[in-house]
Nanobody
């Protein structure tokens, strides 16, 4: 069973930066996409950023220009660099990997941005 383990969350002031990491417990074959989602208090889980197997990226409009998704295939890891953080970025951030018919989720990491 593959596990995704997120790290890098925490408390930061508005304008600050954080880098989230998501490492798979073992190699995953046939990855289609690796993504980050987030769930703010009282809201649904929303897609933040995606990177495809070909390296193409896509971002939610609210984070475009501030967040960058990247991956290290050799380390089975996906990253989310978050700059110019805003209080509205406060949420639990989840890692997601789609590999064929299988979808993997991490347990989530809390990001809190103070004003």
């Amino acid at each position: 069973q593959v596990q995704l383990v997120e790290s890098g969350g925490g408390l930061v002031q508005a304008g600050g930066s954080l880098r989230l990491s998501c490492a798979a417990s073992r190699s995953i074959n046939s990855i289609n996409t690796m993504s980050w989602y987030r769930r703010a208090p009282g809201k649904q889980r929303d897609l933040v950023a995606t990177i495809t197997s070909g390296g193409n990226t896509n971002y939610a409009g609210s984070v475009k220009g501030r967040f960058t998704i990247s991956r290290d295939s050799a380390k089975n890891t996906v990253y989310l660099q978050m700059n110019s953080l805003k209080p509205e970025d406060t949420a639990v951030y989840y890692c997601n990997v789609v590999a064929g018919p299988v979808v993997y989720w991490g347990q989530g990491t809390q990001v809190t941005v103070s004003s």
